[in-house]
T-cell receptor, first 116, second 113 residues
Framework: DAGVIQSPRHEVTEMGQEVTLRCKPI?????LFWYRQTMMRGLELLIY????????DSGMPEDRFSAKMPNASFSTLKIQPSEPRDSAVYFC??????????????FGPGTRLTVT | GNSVTQMEGPVTLSEEAFLTINCTYT??????LFWYVQYPGEGLQLLLK?????DKGSNKGFEATYRKETTSFHLEKGSVQVSDSAVYFC????????????FGSGTRLQVQP
């Protein structure tokens, strides 16, 4: 299996620009997670989907952030407009999440975002 | 709510030394517990897991035992190598409610030759 695929791996953009991060989960997985990692705050869950439906978006920082999962094999995280404080590594993870089973998640390589 | 507490890093050891990274948790019900490892510039990789009390997860010489009585899941390795240098994250996942992982803050391990 190819694993979780994220693109781009690196993104440098200017403040105010729109940024779109992409994720392809592992085939057959029905849960998808977006995390943000910074030195100050560590790993934070932004949002997760189950069967393409957003279940918990309480971690999304503000209205500038939005996420979609139009089908089982693709998700996007969009920041509009971007700000320097959004600079971080954004990880996508997927899992086969059913009740009663351990929710083992598989992570992508991450997108390192720098907003200048 | 759920939370995971890890020992502060960095932990610096010489090659072949014994490693312990402490992890304690707070959770409702009976969570599953995980250790993830992150090598420089890479994403997180699952290292080992345990799904119920007294389970021992093991992989690549690392071990951790799910201790319900002390709400702990300490990571151990008998003899570390330079290639083990990485950041280690303890995490839990509840069987009820929120399905996402709750992570500890991570512990950086540096192994010197």
């Amino acid at each position: 299996d190819a694993g979780v695929i994220q693109s781009p791996r690196h993104e440098v953009t200017e403040m105010g620009q729109e940024v779109t991060l992409r994720c392809k989960p592992i085939s057959g997985h029905n849960s998808l997670f977006w995390y943000r990692q910074t030195m100050m705050r560590g790993l934070e869950l932004l949002i997760y989907f189950n069967n393409n439906v957003p279940i918990d978006d309480s971690g999304m920082p503000e209205d500038r952030f939005s996420a979609k999962m139009p089908n089982a094999s693709f998700s996007t995280l969009k920041i509009q407009p971007s700000e320097p404080r959004d600079s971080a590594v954004y990880f996508c993870a997927s899992s086969l999440g059913d009740r009663g089973l351990p929710y083992e998640q598989y992570f992508g390589p991450g997108t390192r975002l720098t907003v200048t | 709510g759920n939370s995971v507490t890890q020992m502060e890093g960095p932990v610096t050891l010489s090659e072949e030394a014994f490693l312990t990274i402490n992890c304690t948790y707070t959770a409702t019900g009976y969570p599953s517990l995980f250790w993830y490892v992150q090598y420089p510039g890479e994403g997180l990789q699952l290292l080992l897991k345990a799904t119920k009390a007294d389970d021992k997860g093991s992989n690549k010489g690392f071990e951790a035992t799910y201790r319900k009585e002390t709400t702990s899941f300490h990571l151990e390795k008998g003899s570390v190598q330079v290639s083990d240098s990485a950041v280690y994250f303890c995490a839990l996942s509840s069987r009820e409610g929120r399905r996402a992982l709750t992570f500890g803050s991570g512990t950086r391990l540096q192994v010197q030759p």
